[in-house]
């Protein structure tokens, strides 16, 4: 039975595509008037409906037999930012050549992305998710279509005069984070009552990285004090306390030969190197729960949002950070002062994806494995039950500060248990969805 | 997407003319299209948009009821639910289509109120919110849980209620073709606006024109197709139905094995009037032709012929040849017209019904009378003894035998030997052969005879001699003729049951009787052999029955109350006027009084936006009036450095500006102010402003 109500939706989500595509908003109007004077034509003793169908019918036959005759030879070269950002319009241009001897104009220039249609057992994850969490005909709990990669919006061409290229702004807006996939792009001529479109196709490949979406972080006092990092400046290349001096010692396998100190050598004769003060700066763990039975729900966007939001603001300051998380395998991805920076770090988060497989044990082994070389963590969680209480329990028992965030669905009223964090409440925070960027604004 | 100049005010017009209501739409028109020459507007706030939709909304469902309970809705859904068949069926969705072409017709006007504060609201756009009822929700539910709300859209309704004016004009019976040629002009203005720049506009025209053609071409086939529907005949359909009784044809039980169930439910309700006794039988048809075990009137409602009433609305319809008769009794009568359509019960000789509140009324040559309208029909029928209203006998009413049944009448018949007698002494023997030899069941045995060519009548005739009233009339009927005297079957009641003041008659006192032609009096007299015991046998009254009763009373009720056999309607219209004064109160006065207390208040503005109930905008009024007012878009710190510079205001200078950052705050801080620091506000507002007044006070001395 599933299969068949999946079946239905791909095939009635298919004609809507279709239909926005080809109809105009006027053809739109006009199907809704049909369909609407098509119930009441019925009785056609009662109504003179039938004789309204019948109208609109001819004119939409008309309007469709047009869309026959429209041929044209184009090529395109889209010109697309390296990244977007979700719920950012993103502007980008493309290059439209007409390859005919006419000039076309009127024209629209639609994107075919890639099929966002989820495959079966997608589906029916969410369809599972929704029947446990939301109550049947409850609309207004009901959220947006977690598989609609972006909002398009039919892009006006100027004139295409022949064999010449012109260049039409285009701009959508991502949904979705991840890999965004054209697949082509579309010249639509509409009839000439302005009810239907008629399409010309070509192929154009094409991608761009969609970042998650981020919040606003007020100047946050990071908790933590600086500690020895065992890599030196090679790990921290940039500036720091690294180099002050302390003494001269004989030189030993493996030093630098950067640290030599050659005047020493001409006088001694044996190689000298400088020594320097052991390496102190700060690192965080940011710590990315993605340990959940609810996929495609907002609850993991925002976590992933929230912990997108870290990343940005701490890699700004002259500090380190491990972005900890277990994805296919445990990943422990270190940026700042050099080593990476922070678009690389949300072009990870963009990937991420959540954990099914694996237990929640894995993230806390790796967690705890870094626990040694940093100065704090920073936890975004999705649930605050026993698992994730023992964690934060655990690096609480190593001396570590903490800084954790619970991101909880909205309107959530049960006031969250402190649990381990009894002796530092300041530092649980619950994020409820809806309400994340306010309750962000006012972390101090 | 705005409509070209004036194509509201053409669709108002075509809908008026269309409508039967032309200076409506003229005045409408007039009214939607004022905005172009009136330049006041008024600024509208979201909860006035909300309020107007209330209104629109409660309107809706006003003329939903209005609407439904004058197309008979609730009586042929009622009759639907009770009884579900082809017809009832029928009626109920034909009731249902009334009501939602009334509602279309109806839609014009009540959403007038709305797109008109739209055209003189400021924004020349209603809040989206306002008319989506799942994000009115959302917003509500953010509200409560203290969640900045999402921003307002807008949207411009001018082509909905362009479109919804064009469905009004559609919803009325065809008459002639102006519908479609008025609606293809104002399509095309429509359309006129969105075509495409890449066409030249004789491309358009000619589109247009091969478009209405299409359309016009596509109208007539549809019309003749459903003609064609209409003229094939669908009696094969009719087998599905279960009438009470039918003009057309009786189907009787004759040779029907076991018992026969009757209902106890009260089917009429009679009281008889000025005193008089009530009549025996109330007749619904009669019949001519006995076939297989089904009684023909040979005559289909096409035969029927259409009385008129005797003046518009006078609800008296007098049944000819008696109309000129003076009756001598009358009764007032209650009966179902379940479908919208059924036949009357009347007593014999009904000569003239009043306060019959129906459509139509049709009347057959055998003086069945059908009756179309509400679901319930409460008249007076005026009879007399004597004349009754059918045709006189005609050579079938007196040959008409089935060749089956001859033998068994025969054998009856010699048992009478009624050779030399009169035709009353006929009656009289006849009468007596049935009283003294037969009895009255509802169960017939199976027959144990080997004799195949029997007929249930021949059986009961000849052997059992006992059945229920069909075998006698029948019997009775072909008897009678077999003695050359014309006789007809006929249906209907038998009144005996007297409740409170009146009778009821229940369904199990249907009755079938025979119709005798008296050669003397040139009259039909109703002759029903059955023997009298058959009311005991058929009234068993039991507790059930009680109970069945008082539903039957609470259903009754409920009928006379919403076929408008009462004066509901016009309480419910006059139960509206109310409900749109408070409203139009709510709309108009209170926003009135909230401005007002605004202005005394010494705000000039609405107090429930964030921060506008400070009390600064007092001291900046009071500080404006002493000659330095604020420009537009100065910012207050800056006029508050321009009124500082004034030498008399030194004592306020400092408190201004700490009041100036409380104001602020109070106004722009999401998280506001706190009870301590609002009330400091306030206190040191009143502060400055009596200090003003105290310099005000020395310099006017």
Sequence with gaps: ?444 | MKPPPFLLAAALLFWGWQSGLLIVGAILAVVIESPRFVRARWDFSDEDFGRIWTLCSLLTLGAILFAFVDNQGPANFAGFFQEPNIQTQRGAGSSSARTAFAMFRWLPIIYFPFILAQFFSTREAVPWKTINFVLRRRLRKAKLAGKPPPPVTTVNLTLPYFALTLLGAAAHPPEGITFFWGLSVLLAGALWSQRSVRFKPAAWVLAVIVGVALGFLGQTGVRQAMRLAESMNLSWLSFLVRRRFDAEQSRTALGKIGDIKTSGQIVIRLEPLNGNAPPTYLREASYRTYKGVTWLAEINEEGFVSVGERGANTLIWPLPPLDQETNTHSANIACYLDGGKALLPLPTGSARLEKLNIIELKKSPLGAVLARGPGLAIFDAHFTDGKTIDSPPEPADRTNIPPREVAGLDTALAELRLEGNSDDEKLHNVAGFFSDKFSYSTWQSPSKSSDTNETALSRFLTKTRKGHCEYFATATVLMLRRLNIPARYAVGFYVHESSGGGYVVRMSDAHAWTLVWDEQAQTWRDFDTTPPSWIQIESKPTILRWLSDVKSRVFFEIRKLITGQTKLRQYLLWAIVPGLAILTYQIVFRRRKKQRGAIAGGLNEFTDWPGLDSEFYLLEKRLAERGVPREPGEPLSAWLERVACDSTLEDVREPLEVLLQLHYRHRFDPQGLVAEEREALRRNTTMCLERIGRVETQAAR
């Design chain 1, 1 to 444: 039975m599933l299969r068949v109500i999946y079946r239905l939706y791909r095939w009635s989500s298919g004609l809507r595509y279709w239909a926005v595509r080809r109809f105009t908003p006027v053809g739109l109007g006009l199907l809704v008037a049909i369909t609407v004077t098509m119930l009441m034509g019925f009785n056609i003793e009662e109504s003179v409906s039938y004789q309204a169908f019948m109208l609109l019918l001819g004119l939409l036959a008309v309007a469709i037999a047009f869309s026959w005759f429209f041929h044209m030879q184009f090529t395109i070269e889209r010109c697309l930012p390296r990244f977007g950002t979700v719920g950012v319009a993103l502007r980008y241009f493309v290059a439209v050549r007409n390859l005919g001897k006419q000039t076309q104009s009127g024209l629209a220039l639609l994107e075919n992305l890639a099929d966002a249609r989820p495959s079966f057992a997608e589906w029916k994850d969410v369809q599972l998710d929704d029947q446990k969490h939301i109550r049947p005909f409850s609309f207004v709990k009901r959220r947006a279509n977690p598989f609609k990669l972006a909002i398009t919006k039919a892009a006006t061409a100027p004139p295409l005069p022949s064999k010449q290229e012109v260049t039409v702004s285009a701009e959508l807006t991502p949904l979705r984070r991840g890999v965004l996939r054209f697949d082509g792009v579309t010249l639509a001529r509409p009839d000439p009552l302005g009810l239907f479109r008629s399409f010309v196709r070509t192929p154009a490949p094409q991608s761009v990285l969609i970042l998650p979406k981020r919040y606003y972080l007020p100047p946050i006092a990071m908790p933590g004090s600086m500690k020895y990092q065992q890599g030196g400046v090679a790990l921290a290349s940039n500036i720091g306390q690294s180099d002050e001096f302390v003494s001269l010692r004989e030189y030993r396998r493996g030093d630098p030969m950067r640290h030599i100190h050659w005047r020493s050598w001409a006088k001694t004769g044996k190689p000298i190197v400088k020594e320097f003060e052991d390496e102190f700066f700060v690192r965080h763990a940011l710590v990315l729960d993605t340990f959940t039975d609810r996929p495609h729900t907002e609850q993991f966007e925002e976590a992933v949002s929230v912990a997108s939001s870290f990343a940005c603001t701490i890699l700004t300051q002259e500090s380190l950070l491990d972005l900890l998380f277990v994805g296919a395998q445990a990943y422990c991805f270190t940026a700042g002062r050099g080593l990476a920076h922070a678009d690389q770090m949300l072009e990870i988060l963009a990937s991420v994806r959540p954990s099914s497989d694996k237990p929640f044990a894995s993230l806390e082994t790796l967690v705890l494995n870094h626990s040694s070389t940093v100065n704090g963590v920073i936890c975004v969680l999705l649930a605050w039950d026993e698992a994730r209480q023992q964690l934060v329990a655990k690096l609480k028992s190593l001396g570590l500060p903490l800084l954790v965030f619970v991101i909880r669905d909205a309107g959530e009223k049960n006031p969250l248990d402190h649990g381990p964090m009894r002796d530092d409440p300041e530092h649980l925070h619950s994020l409820e969805i809806g309400r994340i960027e306010e309750q962000l604004a006012r972390l101090v």
